[in-house]
């Protein structure tokens, strides 16, 4: 893609060249000579200061276009072409406005100012006058397509993102591709462009009484949880997963098995994927919590990132196990994957793939069976494409890949 746009640059930047030296040449050459009423005179271009003026630009604009021909695309020098790409257009058309004014009188003549048109008089002066003006306006019209402009810390050979649109996705509505817009997950080049599903899961018997949940395995999937992972798994029926990966903790696990129902690729539980552990807080109703630990309970809810139990932030700890749980996934083979976890570890993950610290924790919410995806480029960096969504929890909508 590069060198054809190098190639098409060149061919372009060979075409301004010979039309604004043809220009030049023909303005300058332009002569011709008259008798009125036994009088004679010369017809040239150094008679109207406007012609001097297209002359003296098509001419810069020559120079110019011939020094730009020999400019390797790696020299910095380079990054100013586009300005004075620019520069030279609107120099190019000031001076086609202000010749094509007087070549206008020359032809019409001004019965206003009593000038009268000289053109009948000297035809081929104004036929050469004429010639030049076309080959301005094509020279001014031809102007090689913009540069890009990279980041201070590219590699002048690196490509840029209106350079290289990449295979992997690189068209996401009327989006460019999102190189460089996150941070790497994986440090490493993958194998291929990633896609991501993340979902909760349903509600479980201390979401329905209220307790403070964290990794404990007591809490349970409700009936209406089960049925809202039937609907997860209905909404999602016409996705290809090549794998499920899921927390061992039973209310997650228990919707993985429902939404993975009748799929034939593995179902694999990773330890990085359990809740947030919240020690003494697990299990009590929250308003017990708020009641017999007033410090640590609205800590948690209201500074999340500092709550800690004798130095230990839970917080902190999942944002290391997302990174490491994102690290297990994207390594996989396949190239799109379904999550099924837990509230506080699935702020983490889209956190941590966004680069968000855990101060941001609370600024992302998930429901019960709430689906969210994300895309990865070969380079591990992510583009949050769906959050939360969950038209399927209250129709029968279905999710198309």
């Not at 993958?190 to 949940?213: A, C, D, F, M, Y």
């Not at 029926?237 to 799929?263: H, L, M």
Request: contains cysteine; hydrophobic residues 40%.
């Amino acid at each position: 893609m590069a060198k054809i746009k190098r190639i098409i640059t060149t061919l372009l930047r060979l075409l301004v060249l010979g039309a604004a030296l043809s220009a030049t040449i023909v303005m300058v050459t332009s002569r011709d000579t008259a008798e009125v009423l036994n009088l004679s005179f010369d017809a040239k271009y150094t008679n109207a200061r406007a012609f001097v003026y297209f002359a003296i630009t098509n001419a810069i604009a020559s120079g110019y276009g011939f020094i730009a021909l020999f400019l390797s695309f790696s020299t910095p020098l380079w990054r100013l072409v586009f300005l004075l790409d620019v520069f030279m257009t609107l120099l190019l058309t000031s001076s086609i406005s202000a010749a094509l004014a007087i070549a206008d009188v020359g032809k019409k003549g001004n019965s206003h100012a009593g000038w009268l048109p000289v053109c009948g008089q000297v035809p081929e002066f104004c036929d050469h006058v004429t010639g030049a003006l076309i080959a301005g306006f094509s020279a001014a019209t031809q102007r090689p397509p913009t540069l890009q402009i990279r980041c201070s810390n590219s590699s002048p050979d690196t490509p840029s993102i209106t350079e290289k649109l990449e295979h992997e996705a690189s068209m996401t509505g009327a989006a460019y591709d999102f190189n460089r817009a996150t941070t790497s997950l994986t440090r490493k080049l993958l194998s291929s462009p990633k896609k991501v599903t993340l979902v909760r899961h349903g509600l479980s018997s201390w979401n329905q009484e209220s307790r403070i949940q964290g990794s404990s395995n007591l809490s349970v999937l409700t009936e209406t949880g089960v049925r809202q992972a039937e609907r997860c798994r209905e909404a999602l029926a016409n996705i290809y997963f090549d794998q499920c990966f899921s927390s061992p903790i039973c209310r997650a696990k228990s919707t993985a098995e429902v939404i993975w129902q009748g799929r034939e690729g593995p179902l694999v539980f990773l330890d990085s994927l359990e809740e947030a552990h919240l020690f003494f807080l697990e299990g009590m109703k929250n308003v017990d919590a708020r009641r017999e630990y007033p410090k640590e309970y609205i800590t948690w809810r209201e500074d999340p990132a500092n709550f800690n139990v004798n130095g230990v932030y839970p917080l902190r700890k999942i944002w290391a196990t997302a990174s490491e749980a994102w690290t297990e996934i994207l390594y996989t083979p396949g190239e799109h994957f379904l999550v099924i976890t837990h509230k506080s570890i699935l702020r983490a993950l889209i956190c941590t793939a966004l680069g968000l610290s855990p101060e941001r924790f609370r600024a992302i919410d998930v429901n019960n069976g709430g689906i969210t995806v994300f895309k990865f480029n070969t380079r591990g960096e992510a583009m949050l494409q769906s959050l939360n969504m969950t038209a399927h929890m209250y129709s029968n909508h279905i999710y198309l890949n």
